[in-house]
Nanobody, 122 residues
Framework: VQLQASGGGLVQAGDSLRLSCAAS????????MGWFRQAPGKVPDYVGV????????YYDDSVKGRFTISSDNSRNTVYLQMDSLKPEDTAVYYC????????????????WGQGTLVTVSS
């Protein structure tokens, strides 16, 4: 199983950016796909998840109302639409996949992408 995250870059505060996470691999399945982010010198922070069964999404309070997670099951791809970006959103963003119930704990996620850097300038 491989997760390939892409779409990061350098933007200004207030701009938007969309990250993609493409999953591949024989018989890949997950119960939820999550996005996490890691700022330099910090542990990974939960951003949000999307449930594979019904598409329901959950977000951390820090991004609620600004970030939107969606999925295209035909492409095995999950997206993170980030609007109204702030300098404090600067981090390496990771997508991850989990089998089992909802969790916001990164250690519960089995599969991880390589990360994509998002830098928001003020």
């Amino acid at each position: 199983v491989q997760l390939q995250a892409s779409g990061g870059g350098l933007v200004q505060a207030g701009d938007s950016l969309r990250l993609s996470c493409a999953a591949s691999g024989r018989a890949f399945r997950s119960d939820l796909m999550g996005w996490f982010r890691q700022a330099p010198g910090k542990v990974p922070d939960y951003v949000g998840v999307i449930m594979s069964s019904d598409g329901h999404t959950y977000y951390d309070d820090s991004v609620k109302g600004r970030f939107t997670i969606s999925s295209d099951n035909s492409r095995n791809t999950v997206y993170l639409q980030m609007d109204s970006l702030k300098p404090e959103d600067t981090a390496v963003y990771y997508c991850a996949a989990k089998i089992g119930p909802f969790s916001r704990n990164p250690s519960d996620f089995r599969y991880w992408g390589q990360g994509t850097l998002v830098t928001v300038s003020s």
